[in-house]
Each structure stands twice: as C-alpha cells, then as structure tokens.
C-alpha cells in the first residue's frame, strides 16, 4: 500500500503563509512543515483501507472483434465510512477499453458498481495487467493504493466478415446434394436412394436386382459422400505478414478457413484445422460437428504470424499423421515463388498423390494497381515489375496444378469465397 | 595578426586607461611615474582600498587617481586611515560627497571649460610647489571632463584661483587637484604643472599611487537587490518552494504501470516489387520493362482470344488481326521484340498495349 498527494495537499499549505510572514523564522517553517505533514497523514489513515474494498468483476470473456462489449466493476465497501475511490483498470491499449480511470463514492456497507465497455482493436488475447484502487481522505489530501488481484482477460475473436456469404454458398450445397446430375457413382458420393427410370438416364445406373423385384425399371441414385475428412493447414510464416489493406494476410486466410469450416459442417464433413511454420504450434483437432466452429475461432484467436521460414517436410509428416486416406487437405500458403523455394513444390506434389489438394492463396490487391499504372515514367516501370511479379505467381501456381493441386489464388475480399466455390466444385464433381 | 602579435611584443606589455602609472600613451602616467623614481621616490601601485589605506596608516602619501569611482565603504575606509595614520592623501578632482569624507573646509565651487593659464596667486605659500602657473586643458581635451574648482573656507588653504574658486586646494593633511590633467603624459609638461605634481607628491619620499578598480572586493556595493527584500522572503521562498515541489510530485503521480504491449509484426507485401522497378529505373533497362509489359498483355490477350497461353506470337497476331484496325506491322511491332530506344517510347509502348486490350475487350 502506498500513500501519495493530491494536487489539493499544496494548495492546502498556502494557508500557511500569513503565519510565515508574521513570524519570518526557520523554526517556524520546521514547525508548519511538522503540522502540515500530519495533517495529510491524518487525512489518509482516515480513508478507508483500499485493501478491505472488495472487487468483482463481471466481464464477458469472448468479442467479436469489431463489436463492443460491456462488462462491470463491482466494488464493496464492507467498513463502515465511505469511500471515495479512485479506480484504475489497467488493460492493454488494444482492448479498447473507453475509460481506464473512473472515480466512485461507495457509502458505507453498499455496493456501486463502475461500467466499463470494450471496443478490441486486435485479434487475440486482452489482459488486465493490474487493478489498482486508491482511497481518497475526507479532505483530499492524500490517498491510499492498492493493487487489487482480479485477472480480467478478454479474447477477441476473429470477426469472420466472409459469413455473410455462408448462406448463398450452403445453398449452393443443398442443390449440388440434391442434384439429380450425379447419377454416376464416384469417389466421393455415397449410395442415396432407387426411383423410376426416366428417359436420359444412364443404364449403367439400372439397379436390375431392384428391377427384377418390381415391374417397372429402376435405377440407383448416388449423393456425394457425408462424413469426409477435410484437414485445414495455415501458413504461419513471415509471408502471412505481409499487410494487405487494413488487416494481414493470415487474417484473410483465417477468414477462409472459418468459412470454408461452417460449409464443411453444413455439408456434414469433419473439419481439422493445424497452424504450422517451423512447429506445428496450434490444432483443433477431433471436434464434432456442432462446436468445431466455435472451437476453431476460439483457437485462431491468439494465432499471430511469426517472422520464420516453413518447414514444409515438417508440415508434411504432420498432415499424413492427421489425414486419413482420401481427406481434403487446404493449405492457406502465399503462392509466391520464395515459398515454392523453401520445398512446398515436393511436398505438394506428395500430398496431391494421396488427397485432393487445395491451395488457397491470398494475393495482394496493390498488385493489380501497380501493374495498371500508366501516369509516368517511374509508374509505368512499377507496373513492369508488378507484371514480372504476376507472371512469377502465375508460374509458381501453374507448377503447382501440374502436380496435381487445385490451386485457388484471390485478392483477400474474395478469398473467402473463392475456397468456397473450389470446395464445392470438388463436391459437384464427385471427387470429395 | 601575425604582424598584431608582433607588434604587441615589441611595445611591451601595459595597462592602458586614464592615469596609469605604466601607460606611456596620452592619457597615461608614465612620465610622472619615471621621474619620480628618477627623484628617488618609492612609488607602489595600489589597486585596492585595502592596501591604499595600509599605506595611509604608515605614514606614505597616497594619490587617489579617481576618488570619483570609489564607494561609501571605500570612502569611509580611507578617511579612517587617513584619520589614523600620518600620511598625505592626495585626490585628483573629486566631487562633492566624496570631498565630505575628508574635508569639511573645501566644496567645489565651479569648472573651467576653456584652456586656461592659472596663475598662482601672492599668498600661496607652499602651497604653490614652486609653480607659477598651471595649464589646464579645455574640457572636449581633457580626460575626465571641466577641471573642477574648489573653495575652501576656514582652516583650508588653496591656490592657483580662477573666477570662482582655486584648483588646488589643501586642509588637514588632503590635497585636492581640480584637474587630473595635470598627471597625464600629455599635460604634465605644459606651464608649471610638472613642478607642482612631482613637488607635492615626492615630499614623503613614498608614493601609494592608487588606481581604483573594478574587481575590488570593497568596491562592489554592499547594498545587493536582495538586501532590498523584506527579512520574511527567504522563509516564504522556501514554503512557496516545499509548496511547488509537493505540487509537482502530486501532479506528477503516475496511477499503476505503463502498460506496454506485444503487437503483432506485420510486414509490407510490396517491397520486393518496389524495389524491383527502381532497380529496372536506374540501370535504365527499358527493354526488360518492355518484355515484360508485353508478355503480361500478350497472355491476356491470348485468354481472352481462346488461344493456348504457350501459342506462338505468330498466332496471336493472326488471331488479332481480324479484330483491330491495326495492321500486322503495327501488332508486330506493338507485341515483338521490337528495341524500345527512349524513356518517352516506353510510356507510348505501355499506353498502346492498353489502348489494344480495351479494342478486344469491346
């Protein structure tokens, strides 16, 4: 416990002068200086003790970053005066927390209670460093701190902006399970029903034991298959960094991976997601299909972009750990030609051979706006060297579709949907 | 400069100002000086009150060479002295108030403005020093202004009278000369004026020529700003002082710790592209900006025509030409390899390569 001055302990020792200038001694000044400090001691051992105040905090511990939230301090005073209080919340400056400094008179045996509201500015965990509580004397004086052990923590989520296109996208599923056109039996499709034969139809799909039973002819109907696999891998390495507009890349690819999640749990498939760069450091792994989104934007939360290579051989033997045979395997990776270099071509093209393989890319839109620059000398060389740079990603993602990759690269508003699309393009064709 | 320090070396070193015992220039003393030593007198230069007075009490002759500058406390000083000891004090023009210090009987009374011959009047007595008469320069000339005339009353003597009153002057062991002309290297040769000063100051045979300085510790007046102030200020100062700084402190209170975060790194994507133009700017290299300006556009043309990315130029320019009103040397020489020779033909090749993509796209 501390005590400290308040700007009012001076002006109240300006009452002091007529006394010096009538009796202009030194001992005099000892004297008043003796009086005045136990004055203020007077005063801050009349305040209540800070340390018998009793703190309660009631804060949510999860937002959407980009939402407010409101939380509230509640504050006891048990003793029997009343506390003026002085309240100091100290959260980091990212949490957005409107007001750090509040004041309050609590009277006697009653409770008051001070407001509090959150606006985050960054992705990840907020913390309350320290809560301190300093009680004023009846005169104002001096006052008495305390630091007073309430942990607050608050997460701020992910703000998932790309779910607004979740329902066209589940839509866009619902007719693909729906749609007569798979008839043909495929990798990805499972056994759905028998009907009536109609014109088009293929006859190799004629069920003849169900035909034989009845008169008419039938055929079988397949669906695509529920229940797959679908193993999400995020990038995040020093490429993932990179700022494209307001945010990084790596909340882009955050954002078509909880997309690309809620439509794979719509579709009925299992979702796993690992963050890797030079470590696997982060998986949600095994979740059902009802909290697996929750689960995966609660994790992703805190996931930052570190400034180290991937090891891409490492990444490998993870996904053939965490996939089964036949599972859909994303990579969120940059296609950059830095990134090919650093072996993703290798082990892409091994991992192509056992699943269906997406990567998903977010391309930089100040890009597009170099190479369309024609105002000057110096712009038109810019755009000369953002087309070399285009050609460069062109080439890196052509060599990986050689190796058998389907390889979705968007500007980061369209990221999101693109992954989507090639999701259900992959359903539609019966290959998932 | 080299010629400044030179020259300084060869004249030797010396205080210059009004009266200088070593000064040989115009407004110095040397002259005085040297024939006084020549004449046997001990001459010593004072330039404090402390040793002028010393030298008043044992008994030598001290001339105040400006008794004008001098402080109270100085003033005082030296009357003590003078009343102690048995030595002469000789002041050159002093005024008023430093007169009453010494001497009762004498006051200035006028000025001569004019170059003037003073004679010595019949009853001067020893007064005179064996001059006849005194030459006193005008007042634009002089040193330090009008020489001063002084009348004496009672028990005073004084001599070489003018219109109104006499410029030297004697009463109770203090001579007083009306015009420090009367010393300097210029003026001590004219008229009588030498026999008067080395008469009257090598009587004792020990001279005190006092010069008063600046840096002096009894010359700075007792009486600082600070004396002004009232006895309360310096406890009030000190209050007012405990006041700011316990002001300061509260002010300055710091509620808890600063809180100091981690923030994520972030990194702009664009550096490599940046700093790719600016190197293909300054080597110059317009034909690598070309090429790759027009492959970019070749390729879009190509998938926007249907044609296979790998297709040859030839191709594309077959393709092309039913679609643009260009000729095939001009789509030839839009699309191939053609040299870019100038900055200016590079901008013209890139707005050609847009305008061209803009007529397929209609």
């Not at chain 1, 190799?204 to 035909?211: K, N, Q």
């Not at chain 2, 000190?238 to 990194?267: H, S």
Request: proline share 6%; aromatic share 4%; with cysteine.
């Amino acid at each position: 416990m501390r005590i400290s001055l308040t700007p009012r302990a001076a002006l109240v020792a300006l009452i002091a002068l007529p006394v010096i200038v009538l009796w202009p001694l030194w001992w005099v000044v000892l004297i008043l200086v003796a009086i005045w400090a136990l004055v203020i001691l007077a005063d801050a051992f009349s305040a209540p003790n800070p340390r018998r105040i009793r703190v309660r905090r009631e804060a949510p511990t999860q937002v959407r970053l980009g939402n407010s939230v409101r939380g509230r301090l509640l504050l006891t005073n048990p003793t029997s005066r009343t506390a003026r209080l002085e309240v100091r919340d100290a959260w980091n400056p990212t949490a957005g927390l409107d007001d750090q400094r509040s004041a309050v008179d609590v009277p006697a045996q009653e409770r008051r209670a001070i407001a509090q509201s959150f606006t985050p500015t960054r992705r990840g965990e907020h913390r309350s460093r320290t809560l301190l509580v300093a009680s004023r004397g009846p005169w104002g004086l001096a006052r008495r701190t305390t630091e007073v052990g309430v942990p607050g923590r608050l997460l701020a989520l992910h703000p998932f902006g790309s779910r607004r296109h979740l329902p066209s996208r589940v839509q866009r599923l619902r007719e693909i399970e729906g749609l007569a056109a798979i008839h043909q039996r495929g990798q990805g499709t499972e056994f759905d029903s028998l009907r009536d034969f109609v014109d088009g139809d293929d006859v190799r799909s004629i069920d003849w034991r169900a035909t034989a039973r009845r008169r008419s002819v039938v055929v079988r109907t397949w669906r695509p298959e529920r229940d797959r696999h679908v193993l999400i891998v995020v990038d995040t390495s020093r490429t993932s960094a990179g700022r494209l507009g307001e945010s990084t890349r790596l909340d882009a690819a955050f954002d078509a991976a909880l997309l690309l999640t809620a439509l794979a749990g719509q579709a009925g498939d299992r979702v796993d997601l690992i963050c890797v760069d030079r470590i696997p450091h982060l998986s949600v792994l095994g979740s059902t299909r009802t909290t697996v989104l929750h689960d995966m934007v609660t994790a992703t939360a805190a996931v930052d972009p570190a400034l180290v290579e991937t090891d891409w051989e490492l990444a490998a033997s993870t996904i053939t750990q965490r996939a089964r045979r036949g599972s859909l395997v994303v990579l969120l990776t940059p296609v950059e030609s830095s990134v090919v270099h650093t072996g993703l071509l290798p082990v892409a093209a091994r991992l192509a051979r056992d699943h269906p393989l997406v990567v998903a890319s977010v391309s930089d839109p100040a890009l597009e706006e170099l190479a369309a620059g024609r105002g000057d000398l110096e712009s038109v060389y810019l755009a000369a060297a953002a087309e070399q740079a285009r050609a460069e990603r062109t080439g890196v993602s052509h060599a990986l579709e050689r190796v058998g990759a389907h390889v979705v690269d968007a500007p980061p508003e369209r990221a999101p949907q693109a992954l989507a699309d090639a999701y259900l393009a992959l359903k539609a064709a019966g290959k998932l | 400069m080299l010629a400044a320090i030179v020259a300084s070396i060869a004249r030797g070193y010396y205080r210059d100002g009004p009266l200088e015992p070593d000064a040989p220039t115009g407004q110095g003393s040397k002259a005085v000086v040297q024939v006084l030593g020549d004449l046997g007198v001990k001459v010593e230069v004072d330039r404090h009150t402390v040793d002028a007075a010393e030298a008043l009490r044992m008994g030598r002759t001290v001339l105040v060479t400006d008794p004008r500058s001098l402080s109270a406390p100085q003033l005082e000083s030296l009357a003590a002295a003078h009343e102690d000891g048995a030595g002469r004090l000789v002041l050159v023009a002093p005024d008023l108030v430093t007169l009453s210090y010494f001497s009762s009987q004498i006051s200035p009374s006028g000025a001569v403005r004019t170059e003037t011959l003073i004679e010595a009047g019949p009853g001067c007595g020893d007064l005179a020093h064996q001059a006849e008469a005194l030459l006193v320069p005008a007042a634009e000339e002089a040193i330090r202004g009008a020489a001063s005339l002084y009348r004496v009353s009672g028990e005073g003597e004084s001599c070489f009278s003018a219109d109104q009153g006499s410029l030297v002057a004697e009463h109770d062991g203090a001579l007083v000369l009306g015009s420090a002309d009367l010393l300097t290297n210029d003026a001590v040769g004219r008229a009588d004026n030498s026999a008067l000063v080395l008469n009257s100051l090598s009587s004792e045979g020990a001279l005190s020529w006092y010069v008063p300085s600046a840096n002096d510790p009894m010359g700075s007046t007792s009486q600082t700003l600070l004396g002004y102030l009232p006895d309360w200020a310096g406890p009030l100062l000190l209050w007012l002082l405990l006041i700011a700084t316990v002001a300061l402190v509260a002010l300055g209170r710091r509620f808890g710790p600063v809180v100091v975060e981690p923030l994520p790194v972030t990194v702009r994507p664009q550096e490599l592209v940046l700093g790719r133009a600016r190197l293909l700017q300054r080597s110059g290299d317009r034909q690598a900006a070309a090429t790759a300006l027009r492959s970019a556009a070749a390729s879009r043309l190509a998938s926007r025509l249907g044609l296979r990315r790998e297709s040859a130029l030839d191709g594309l320019l077959a393709a092309l030409a039913p679609h643009v009103g260009r000729s095939p040397e001009q789509l030839r020489a839009l699309l191939g390899p053609r040299p870019v020779t100038s900055d200016q033909d590079l901008v013209r090749l890139a707005h050609d390569l847009d305008h061209l993509e803009k007529e397929i796209d209609r």
